[in-house]
């Protein structure tokens, strides 16, 4: 398990688990605990202007002060600028530049064409066969393992 509201903690956990798959070691689950501060559709107990939502009958507003001290934004930048790798001066620029909405209007943006439904069940049926036959053989790999911990690849039953 990983602190999710630790930006460094979330990239190291991906970037080992992306060096185990191109290693051709499979994939891994990435398991981030944090928190959501607003409820599932975000409007209960929030208040404009202010972050969280308070007032909710399953958790303490307590509860989610906690949390959102750790706001994984927040604690980045600290780092960042304690560390002079960045100024408060250019935290706050970029602060400002990303709350700033876009420029590009949505009409210029390349509209892409929906493909054909026939296309799509293809590809998909293709993906489901592929990924059932993949599945198929490593239980058979699997199995074969179990029986016999030494004919693994690597040499060993691990």
Not at 91 to 104: G, L, N, T
């Amino acid at each position: 398990m990983v602190d999710g509201n630790d930006v460094l903690a979330v990239y190291h956990a991906a970037k080992q688990a992306v060096a185990k798959a191109r290693a051709g070691d499979g994939p891994t689950i990435i398991e981030c605990k944090t928190y959501r501060w607003y409820d599932h559709y975000g409007a209960g107990g929030a208040k404009i202007g202010m972050d969280g939502a308070f007032g909710l009958g399953y958790r303490s507003d307590q509860e989610l002060r906690e949390w959102m001290a750790k706001d994984p934004v927040a604690r980045f930048r600290s780092r960042l600028v304690a560390q002079n790798v960045l100024s408060e001066q250019r935290a706050d620029e970029i602060v400002a530049q990303a709350a700033r909405p876009s420029r590009m209007p949505l009409s210029s943006q390349k509209p892409s064409r929906c493909p054909m439904p026939r296309t799509v069940c293809e590809t998909s049926s293709r993906r489901a066969s592929s990924l059932a036959h993949k599945l198929k053989e490593a239980q058979h790999v699997e199995e074969h393992e179990l029986c016999d911990p030494g004919s693994h690849p690597r040499g060993d039953a691990t």
